[in-house]
């Protein structure tokens, strides 16, 4: 891949939505060889494993991963919302929810202490946008704020990941990211809070060297972008 596509004036891509072709390539499920092989290579580069075939049972997995009064921070995704992991986590009363604390806080006087609440939480439970058939992992952020905890502030990763997110190799994964992902989390930004949203940073997990810390669940189903 040369580089990111060209982004119009507004910041965005041209047009609201993924093209067919990035619909046809990005949007269909896996084989359930395809999702395993890739389980297996997850295994390999460090990272714990689980394969689900429906929403519930990935919302049961999180729900016995997660210790009950724990801190947990959950990312904005929307797998967690429609499998309502992210209701459970932020409504339940099962954890110490971050999120909504957060929303509490004044950013102008208590700025420090929500930058150090979001960025080592003990848990954060979150997905990604793309898994390569060798195991890596690819999650892209416009502000980058999640990112952090991910790669080695939080004590634990929960990553919750539909099946049509297995890509072949990294160039498959980023093309991903900017031809179809980026599309549909830009008009989600700009009908949630009126701005556009960015391909600004790029995390790509290639090896977990600590292990039992990245947990990622991987469902035979279509979810989230």
Known sequence: MSGPPTLSASGGL??????????????????????????????????????????????????????????????????????????????????????????????EMQGREMRQLSAAPDWVVGSVHAVTEDGSLLIASASGSQLGPIVSGAGHVVLVI???????????GLRRIYEYCFPLEDRRARQAYGVPSGVNNILIINHVTTPGRVTAILVNKTLGF
């Not at 919302?59 to 429609?82: F, K, M």
């Not at 539909?162 to 498959?172: E, P, R, S, Y």
């Open 14 to 107: 041209p047009g609201e939505s993924p093209g067919k072709e990035a619909v046809a390539e990005f949007a269909r499920l896996a084989t359930e060889h395809r999702i395993r092989a890739a389980l297996e290579a997850l295994e390999h580069n460090g990272i714990t494993t689980h394969f689900v075939d429906a929403d519930e049972e990935a919302r049961d997995v999180v729900r016995s991963i997660l210790p009950l009064g724990a801190e947990v921070y959950n990312n904005t995704s929307r797998t967690l919302e429609v499998i309502g992991v992210a209701e459970d986590i932020e409504r339940s009363g099962r954890y110490q929810a971050l999120r909504p604390r957060l929303y509490r806080m004044d950013r």
């Open 162 to 172: 539909g099946g049509q997110k297995i890509v072949a190799n990294l160039t498959a």
